[in-house]
């Protein structure tokens, strides 16, 4: 099967290059590195080039023979799009309706969309549930929600078949790769941990009076691999005639920043800084997904259900690549 990776060059799609590379597929990675990393995907077919184009897209759709597409090319700020709503708008929800239309003129009918929790905005209860209202408190969130209802009209337009897989907290790295998160600027708390830990700064605690037993927000971690694995078999599922929806990603339980920072102390055996700071905008308290309807329809098993093995994977990549991406 050829399968093209749009974003591959990313944190979470370099995983899955290699995660389906590993499984035998034949992938095709379509990035504007405009925040990949081409080091990530070296070696793998990489065409470079903007989605909303439709003649570059129609080059890389008639050359290669795609059966499916995994679409990760986005931009994933969601600070950055409070202030930047057009440009969020513009490349999340316009950047995939031209890829969307791509497909449909070249007769690729599976699509595996990288969604998020952010559709949910702040969850009246935890765990979260497919069936909960999508109410974005963000212009991330909300290009997020637009493609998934985007995707239905299109199924029901075009017989177009996807899984939208709505991730909470992804972190880690692959086991042993030379791959790993590497965002400019990095805004995430995993890394940030970790380099503090390198360099012997303080880490910032964004907030200590929620109401959660410590007085830090509560994230639902999942490590990339597993993240991956449900991509893998969310497509065999379109493929064997599942039906079109969507899907959280997350263990079902969560920890507390305080909670990340204490466990990062052991895995990496170094102290770590803190400096507590004022609430950043928009943080919901707690964020725990309903993982069910991913084990049960797609048979999903997460198995690196340990946080420590979690921090461990990210700190080996930190360690081995103190200023990750070298050459962009
Ligand atoms: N945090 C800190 N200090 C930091 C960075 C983060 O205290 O320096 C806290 C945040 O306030 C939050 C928690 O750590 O409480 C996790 O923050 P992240 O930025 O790592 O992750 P978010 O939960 O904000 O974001 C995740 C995804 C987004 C997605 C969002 C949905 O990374 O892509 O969930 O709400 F949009």
């Avoid at 050829?2 to 389906?20: D, E, F, N, P, R």
């Avoid at 907030?207 to 971690?221: A, V």
Wanted: net charge negative; aromatic share 8%.
């Amino acid at each position: 099967m050829t399968i093209l990776v749009t974003g591959g060059a990313g944190y979470i799609g370099s995983h899955c290059v290699a995660s389906l590379i590993r499984r035998g597929e034949n992938v095709v990675v379509l990035d504007n590195l405009s925040r990949g990393h081409a080091a990530a995907v070296a070696g793998t077919r990489l065409y470079r080039g903007e989605l909303a184009d439709s003649a570059f897209l129609d080059t890389v759709f008639s050359r290669e023979k795609i059966d499916a597409v995994i679409h990760f090319a986005a931009f994933s700020l969601v600070g950055e799009s409070m202030t930047q709503p057009g440009t969020y708008f513009q490349n999340n929800v316009g950047g995939t309706l031209s890829l969307l239309e791509a497909m449909v003129r070249h007769n690729v009918s599976y699509i595996i969309f990288s969604s998020s929790a952010a559709v949910y905005g702040e969850p009246q209860s935890v765990p979260i549930t497919e069936d909960m209202p999508l109410c974005p408190t963000n212009p991330y969130g909300e290009s997020k929600r637009m493609v998934e209802a985007a995707l239905k009209w299109f199924e029901s337009a075009h017989a177009l078949r996807y899984a939208a897989l709505r991730y909470f907290n992804v972190a880690g790295a692959a086991r042993g790769g030379n791959i790993g998160e590497h965002h400019e600027p990095e805004t995430h708390l995993i890394p940030l941990v970790l380099k503090a830990a390198q360099q012997g700064k303080p880490i910032r605690v964004f907030g200590n009076d929620y109401p959660t037993p410590d007085g830090t927000c509560i994230r639902d971690y999942i490590h990339v691999e597993d993240l991956i694995d449900a991509h893998v078999l969310a497509l065999s599922y379109l493929k064997n005639g599942g039906e079109s929806g969507a899907f959280n990603l997350g263990l079902g339980y969560g920890f507390s920043v305080k909670e990340i920072i204490e466990a990062a102390r052991s895995a990496v055996g170094l102290p770590i800084l803190v400096e507590d700071a004022p609430r950043r905008a928009g943080d919901p308290a707690v964020l725990i997904a309903s993982g069910d309807r991913a084990k049960r329809v797609l048979g999903w098993k997460p198995v690196h259900t340990e946080l420590g093995d979690i921090l461990t994977s990210a700190w080996i990549w930190h360690k081995t690549h103190p200023r990750g991406y070298t050459e962009n």
